[in-house]
């Protein structure tokens, strides 16, 4: 690893290194969002920056949700949450739910 901090003090290496490991872990949940949840071929769908912001955020909750079954999982079985594969999560979720078309946020409401 390289760094500008010339001052050992002011970042011990065993700080530092667990920092990068951290920084991972942030890489590692971009990916379960992008590649896992949303799809590598799917791009947001919203037409206005307000709809961008909704189906993001829309996102983030799915993807905090899945995570906390997997915390609870992996309590109920004394396991590390870590070992446990997201996209394997994601999946069973994906049995587990309803069948819904999937309708376009900026789709106009249909005359009844």
């Given at each position: 690893m390289?760094t500008?901090i010339?001052?050992?003090?002011?970042?011990?290496?065993?700080?530092?290194?667990?920092?990068?490991?951290?920084?991972?872990?942030i890489?590692?949940?971009?990916?379960?969002l992008?590649?896992?949840?949303?799809g590598?071929?799917?791009?947001?769908?919203?037409?206005?920056?307000?709809l961008?912001?909704?189906?993001?955020?829309?996102?983030?909750?799915?993807?905090?949700a899945i995570?906390?079954?997997?915390?609870?999982?992996?309590?109920?079985a004394?396991?590390?949450?870590?070992?446990?594969?997201?996209?394997?999560?994601v999946?069973?979720?994906?049995r587990?739910?309803?069948?819904?078309?999937?309708?376009p946020?900026s789709a106009?409401?249909?005359?009844?």
């Amino acid at each position: 690893m390289i760094t500008t901090i010339l001052d050992p003090t002011q970042a011990p290496a065993k700080e530092l290194a667990a920092l990068y490991h951290e920084r991972w872990e942030i890489e590692t949940a971009l990916d379960e969002l992008k590649t896992h949840l949303r799809g590598a071929q799917i791009v947001l769908r919203s037409k206005t920056p307000e709809l961008v912001k909704q189906e993001f955020w829309g996102l983030l909750m799915a993807h905090y949700a899945i995570r906390g079954l997997m915390h609870e999982a992996a309590l109920q079985a004394d396991e590390d949450p870590d070992r446990l594969s997201f996209l394997h999560s994601v999946r069973v979720v994906q049995r587990r739910m309803a069948r819904y078309a999937a309708i376009p946020p900026s789709a106009q409401e249909s005359p009844a």
